[in-house]
């Protein structure tokens, strides 16, 4: 029988490779939230506030590729949250910022949106590794 961890990297990873795809069908979208719900629910297990932060912030994604953007600006407020909490930093906050603006930007809210973009960009000059903070623009620069 899989472990949590097993299952919660399992599914984290499958989720990354529905993000990936650019032609997802009703059943992918749905199976992706299903999995990113089932990766957090295990992190939240036997994780730490890093992973629960990273899970929020892959279902805020999901939700944002899904077209749910109060969903996703729900998540995206909690993954903030644990980086606040527990001063995360580095790139997991400059996505917790990401996922908000993203998650205004589904719901149309243009301020909102600037806002967190602002924000994002600030907290992406403490990313500590360049391929870190080169990845974090490039993503930023999709919304």
Known sequence: MMEHREIAVKCFN????????????????????????????????????VNFTRGEWQISRVYALAGMGESALYHAKHALKFCVDHNIG???????????????????????KDVEIARAKDAAELISKKEDKDYFLSELASI
């Open 14 to 49: 499958s989720t990354w490779d529905l993000i990936d795809k650019k032609d997802r069908t009703e059943e992918e979208v749905l199976q992706m939230i299903h999995m990113a719900h089932a990766s957090r629910y295990h992190w939240g297990e036997i994780g730490t506030p």
């Open 90 to 112: 580095d790139f997991d906050l400059a996505f917790a910022y990401e996922s908000l603006a993203r998650a205004y930007s589904v719901l149309d809210l243009q301020t909102e």
